[in-house]
T-cell receptor
Framework: GAVVSQHPSRVICKSGTSVKIECRSLDFQATTMFWYRQFPKQSLMLMATSNEGSKATYEQGVEKDKFLINHASLTLSTLTVTSAHPEDSSFYIC??????????????FGPGTRLLVL | AQSVSQHNHHVILSEAASLELGCNYSYGGTVNLFWYVQYPGQHLQLLLKYFSGDPLVKGIKGFEAEFIKSKFSFNLRKPSVQWSDTAEYFCAVNYGGATNKLIFGTGTLLAVQP
């Protein structure tokens, strides 16, 4: 089945540093990938849509200079949290849509990356 | 604004009890509907999905959901839950069109007591 991986699974960093999170689709190609943020006991909030070969599309209220997204290839998207602060601590999840022969599309989610900024 | 609501934040059931989790979405034309499950320490997994056709959709692990267009609802059901169903359940909607992004509900935490 389709699998999406994320690396690292958890990271602890000092305030002011930048952190890069990778999202890979392992057995299919994805021209778009999605980045979500999940706060404790809350739902997933879509941050941005990563587009292969073009700029990411950010949701309202998400700082594009803060959360840099690069869709380097058809199987890799990266999210860089720049100058991280404690309020950026959260669980970041990516997903990649896979379209089947039937035309239906299903999102497959990565295991998430837990970021803690001290 | 397009939104998805799940009214049950926490549900506690005994094994063999029946389950129904509510999901309502705001009007937005054509919709594709999903239920995802997140077991403790694991990533989101697709339970079932509705695109078109029969409004009663059957998914994995004995779950099913019914799309009722007039009520803007897509409730999740299981006739007899097991301890292993303890997890968080998310309803999600894709409003179609050119975008394939999902809007999630707030999730329902289900605890099944043995």
């Amino acid at each position: 089945g389709a699998v999406v991986s994320q690396h690292p699974s958890r990271v602890i960093c000092k305030s002011g540093t930048s952190v890069k999170i990778e999202c890979r689709s392992l057995d299919f190609q994805a021209t778009t990938m999605f980045w979500y943020r999940q706060f404790p006991k809350q739902s997933l909030m879509l941050m941005a849509t990563s587009n292969e070969g073009s700029k990411a599309t950010y949701e309202q209220g998400v700082e594009k200079d803060k959360f840099l997204i690069n869709h380097a290839s058809l199987t890799l998207s990266t999210l860089t949290v720049t100058s991280a602060h404690p309020e950026d601590s959260s669980f970041y999840i990516c997903s990649a849509p896979r379209r089947f022969v039937s035309g239906q599309e299903t999102q497959y989610f990565g295991p998430g990356t837990r970021l803690l900024v001290l | 604004a397009q939104s998805v609501s799940q009214h049950n934040h926490h549900v506690i059931l005994s094994e063999a009890a029946s389950l129904e989790l509510g999901c309502n979405y705001s009007y937005g034309g054509t919709v594709n509907l999903f239920w995802y499950v997140q077991y403790p320490g694991q990533h989101l997994q697709l339970l079932l999905k509705y695109f078109s056709g029969d409004p009663l959709v059957k998914g994995i692990k004995g779950f099913e959901a019914e799309f009722i267009k007039s009520k803007f609802s897509f409730n999740l059901r299981k006739p007899s839950v097991q301890w292993s169903d303890t997890a968080e359940y998310f309803c999600a909607v894709n409003y179609g069109g050119a975008t394939n992004k999902l809007i999630f509900g707030t999730g329902t935490l289900l605890a099944v007591q043995p």
